[in-house]
T-cell receptor, first 114, second 112 residues
């Protein structure tokens, strides 16, 4: 079945460590997104990519980095520069040839910094 | 203020109707969406409405759009315990990159 796969589902890291969250999609979507979700704050856009080898900062990009070397993959690195990295991270994708803006989400990765 | 606003919680009794409300500020909204998030999972699109429509119905779901007041609502008829989730309102606007702006989400709690 087509969909978006995020891994790992749960991740613990010590302060000062970088960690990379994986996001893979087999929907043949051009656009991919990373959101951060905190309780009561909804979804905030970290980075997005509308085409391979190109990506744009979202509203809260500081302390994060991404790459888009393949259409199917959009990994997110949470660096040690991110002050409050504990959160639920959601990856999404969408078609680029439609203006409905419908996003397809993965199941999320919960990062806890100890 | 926020672009998309929702109340944080709604509690209803099983079998009653639920109405979740959302207000938005951008008059150039093109599409408005309702997404559902079950505990520990990602979001799933429930329904969306184009900005030139007033109402859309899909089985137990009814979406009402009041463009004058910039108000969107989602009515769930005969609410079941399986409807307990967080419901997000979102919008896309013309002239933008079609990336939705999300509200904070409304936690719907359905009790027997």
């Amino acid at each position: 079945d087509g969909g978006i796969t995020q891994s790992p589902k749960y991740l613990f890291r010590k302060e000062g460590q970088n960690v990379t969250l994986s996001c893979e999609q087999n929907l043949n979507h051009d656009a991919m997104y990373w959101y951060r979700q905190d309780p009561g704050q909804g979804l905030r856009l970290i980075y997005y990519s509308q085409i391979v080898n190109d990506f744009q900062k979202g509203d809260i990009a500081e302390g994060y980095s991404v790459s888009r070397e393949k259409k199917e993959s959009f990994p997110l690195t949470v660096t040690s520069a991110q002050k409050n990295p504990t959160a639920f991270y959601l990856c999404a994708s969408s078609r680029a040839d439609t203006n409905t803006g419908e996003l397809f989400f993965g199941e999320g990765s919960r990062l806890t910094v100890l | 203020g926020e672009d998309v606003e929702q109340s944080l919680f709604l509690s209803v009794r099983e079998g009653d109707s639920s109405v979740i409300n959302c207000t938005y500020t951008d008059s150039s909204s093109t599409y408005l969406y309702w997404y559902k998030q079950e505990p520990g999972a990602g979001l799933q699109l429930l329904t969306y409405i184009f900005s030139n429509m007033d109402m859309k119905q899909d089985q137990r779901l009814t979406v009402l759009l009041n463009k004058k007041d910039k108000h969107l609502s989602l009515r769930i008829a005969d609410t079941q315990t399986g409807d307990s989730a967080i419901y997000f309102c979102a919008e896309t606007t013309s002239g933008g990159s079609y990336i939705p702006t999300f509200g904070r989400g409304t936690s719907l709690i359905v009790h027997p």
